[in-house]
T-cell receptor, first 112, second 114 residues
């Protein structure tokens, strides 16, 4: 079955440093979504990417979908303490009936 | 913050108890989901409902029994659970059960089975 893997599992950064998490799928994806879960909270939708090579930005966050549509990345520039949380990617395979499969998430800690 | 509410927020139950988790969405969505979130594991999709009809059941043990009386409400009935069932149970909704739509999650129920 479809597998979605995220690396790293944990990332500790100093405030102001950049952060990147990577998402890799075992199969080609039709779309990929990113969610953020604050400590003690629930996942909140950030963005969806659909097109090959697509890049989207939200303030300090840059999301990219690979040319082969099998990987994606989330990059945060100049992290702030408010960025703390776990970032999940979730991808849907191209085959009919595919469901959204979540990665294990990358837990980000930002030291002030 | 979100239009999806869950009750109770915390639940402790013995292995012989029967309890129910409730989820309500106020977003006018047609699809609702139950997920299980355990430590160091990806979110596990348990059930998907579209317009009150179950469209997916991911090999979930029969001790978990979902119910969707209408498109706004979703229940998860629990009985004779095991300690390994302790986890955060998240409800979510989306406009449609097509995976292209974003999902809105509720705050979750933290379940502890003793």
């Amino acid at each position: 079955g479809q597998q979605v893997m995220q690396i790293p599992q944990y990332q500790h950064v100093q405030e102001g440093e950049d952060f990147t998490t990577y998402c890799n799928s075992s199969t080609t994806l039709s779309n990929i979504q990113w969610y953020k879960q604050r400590p003690g909270g629930h996942p909140v939708f950030l963005i969806q990417l659909v097109k090959s090579g697509e890049v989207k930005k939200q303030k300090r966050l840059t999301f990219q979908f690979g040319e082969a549509k099998k990987n994606s990345s989330l990059h945060i520039t100049a992290t702030q303490t408010t960025d703390v949380g776990t970032y999940f990617c979730a991808g849907r395979g191209e085959t009919s009936g595919s469901r959204l499969t979540f990665g294990e998430g990358t837990q980000l800690t930002v030291n002030p | 913050e979100t239009g999806v509410t869950q009750t109770p927020r915390h639940l402790v139950m013995g292995m012989t108890n029967k309890k129910s988790l409730k989820c309500e969405q106020h977003l006018g969505h047609n699809a609702m989901y139950w997920y299980k979130q355990s430590a160091k594991k990806p979110l596990e999709l348990m059930f998907v409902y579209s317009l009150e009809e179950r469209v997916e059941n991911n090999s979930v043990p029969s001790r978990f029994s979902p119910e969707c009386p209408n498109s706004s409400h979703l229940f998860l009935h629990l009985h004779t659970l095991q300690p390994e069932d302790s986890a955060l149970y998240l409800c979510a909704s989306s406009q449609d059960w097509n995976p292209s739509y974003e999902q809105y999650f509720g705050p979750g129920t933290r379940l502890t089975v003793t």
